[in-house]
Structure formats: C-alpha cells, structure tokens
C-alpha cells in the first residue's frame, strides 16, 4: 500500500508542476499578444501551439469572454489551473499521505 501512496504522491507534484508550467506559458502568451510579436517567430509559434488547442475550444464553449475588444479566456484557463492545483494537487496529496499511514 506504501508503494502506491508514493506513487500518487510523485504523480500529484508532478501535476503540481506540469500545471505551474502551463501556467507559465499562458502568461507568456498574454504578454506576447500584448506587445503584437511577429507570428513567425519560434518562441512565439511555440507557445501559441501550447496554448491554442485550450483557447479555441474556450471560444468554442464560451464565446462571450471575447467581446468589445478584450479576451477574458486567459483568466479563465488560469483561474482554472489554480482550482485545480489547489482542490485536486491538494486531494491527491491527502490521499497518498493518509495511504501511507
């Protein structure tokens, strides 16, 4: 039982940090539509090929975050990522602690 209760808890941080890193490039990415970057650039195709698939299905979903000039769907995919760093990295790592009881 010890063994898999490490193993949740490797996959919780390892959760913990893929979500803190997504986090990241989506900041990346709101500050490069800011400042208007050439679209052919690598860092700035990089990162909207990380960040589109979840964007464009927001805009698919809910296509009133875009209205009169500004895009709240960023702020929705961050406020997502913080739920889910804090209600399931937080379950998953009570979990594998009481496990290991």
């Known amino acids: 039982m010890i063994v898999l209760a ?3 808890e490797a996959l919780a941080w390892l959760l913990h940090y893929a979500l803190q890193v997504y986090f990241y490039i989506l900041i990346g990415r709101v500050i490069i539509s800011w400042v208007n970057a050439d679209p052919y650039n690598p860092i700035v195709r990089f990162l909207r090929k990380l ?3 979840v964007m464009f299905w927001l805009h698919r979903k809910l296509p009133q975050l875009s209205q009169g000039g500004l895009d709240f769907t960023p ?3 961050i406020l997502f990522i913080q739920f889910l760093d804090n209600v399931l ?3 998953m790592l009570d ?3 009481k ?3």
């Open 99 to 101: 496990m290991a009881q």
């Open 95 to 97: 979990t594998a602690s």
């Open 75 to 77: 702020i929705v995919v």
């Open 89 to 91: 990295v937080r379950a």
């Open 51 to 53: 960040t589109d698939p």
């Open 6 to 8: 490490y193993a949740l």
